[in-house]
């Protein structure tokens, strides 16, 4: 049986009488890729920080390949982890060359001249940044200069790599570009992977498991997929980039809109009492005769492949994907699939 690349178990900390992280607990398997998800305050940094021992939780354990690095018994220094971390401003050596960048935490270790050679020789071939070596952070790209502080990291070959918001200062067409050569890179070496991140599509795109955080506890851990068609609870669908929720009381397999009264048929677990009908918006239908709905268009955006409508009904704002622009003001006829229909507990 694989040893787990990363245990956390049971992590508190409070910070000025607030719980940060609260009991909280997972495990990151060998070569798997999570990302973590949250509101700002939900504890994904503070996790992040305890488990490259930068913070000392209150409560708990921490393994990193079967070692206990933390616990109340026993803590392991930061720089004595075997942890890479990548930092949303990639943290660089401004005065050093890329080469010296990458070289200084190798000698700082005590590694003879020729393993540091071997091991900055491959880092820069698999980032492409051979040509660059010689350059320091102020003649690089923001590209450029993220590639070198990945390469740093696999120089290190860390037994884990943690990376925070690594993406969030570049512009959104690098963004997406960088993100898929720094996961190739990340999957060819087979790392195991922390990455927090505030942008929920970032996240899907990156992560084997996907784990929304709220109030320092993850409130749903599964793959993006599953989290996107079976959102654990309300919170994890409104947070999710694009959901909308509508409002209303749920009995056995009908959903009753409170504005209205439309009885909405659905497909999830019957649940009695007050609900959410989750919408996402790539579901919204031409009206067909069934779970039809009516509301006033509050405005039209284009998105390139179709045009993202926002539609109130009731008090309840709704986005959908539409094909063609509608006028603001103007009232859309729309169905929804019953077995696209998910019900929350409201």
């Avoid at 051979?130 to 952070?137: N, T, W």
């Amino acid at each position: 049986m694989t040893t787990p690349a990363l245990e956390c178990v049971n992590l508190g900390k409070s910070l000025g009488g607030k719980a940060v992280l609260n009991n909280l607990g997972f495990t990151l398997e060998a070569g798997e890729v999570i990302a973590l998800v949250g509101a700002s305050g939900s504890g994904k940094s503070t996790l992040l920080r305890s488990i490259a021992g930068l913070v000392d939780p209150d409560d708990g354990d921490i393994h990193i390949q079967g070692e206990a690095v933390w616990s109340r018994r026993n803590r392991v220094a930061a720089e004595q982890r075997n942890v890479g971390l990548i930092f949303q401003d990639y943290a660089l050596w401004p005065h050093m060359t890329v080469r010296k960048n990458l070289s200084f935490g190798l000698e700082a270790k005590g590694f003879d001249r020729n393993e540091i050679s071997r091991r900055i020789d491959h880092a820069l071939s698999i980032t492409h940044l051979e040509q660059l070596a010689s350059r320091k952070p102020s003649e690089l790209s923001g590209g450029q200069q993220q590639r070198v502080a990945i390469a740093r990291c696999l120089a290190m070959r860390p037994r884990l790599l943690l990376l925070d918001e690594p993406l969030s200062n570049l512009d959104a067409a690098l963004r997406d570009d960088l993100r898929a050569e720094m996961m190739r890179l990340i999957r060819s070496e087979e790392m195991s992977a922390v990455y927090v991140t505030h942008d929920q599509v970032e996240a899907m795109a990156v992560s084997d498991r996907l784990a929304v955080m709220e109030n320092g506890s993850i409130v749903q851990f599964a793959p993006p997929q599953a989290i996107y068609e079976a959102p654990a609870n309300a919170f994890v669908a409104k947070f999710l980039g694009g959901f909308s929720l509508l409002s209303g009381i749920a009995s056995d397999a009908n959903f009753q809109v409170a504005s209205d009264g439309s009885v909405m048929k659905h497909a999830s677990h019957p649940i009695q009492g007050p609900a959410v009908l989750v919408v996402r918006p790539e579901d919204g239908r031409p009206a067909a005769g069934q779970n039809d709905l009516m509301g006033e268009v509050v405005d039209s955006a284009f998105q390139g492949r179709c045009w993202r409508v926002q539609v109130r009904v009731g008090s309840d704002l709704l986005r959908l994907d539409w094909p063609r622009r509608e006028e603001r003001g103007s009232f859309l006829s729309f169905s929804l699939p019953p077995e696209r229909c998910t019900v929350l507990p409201a």
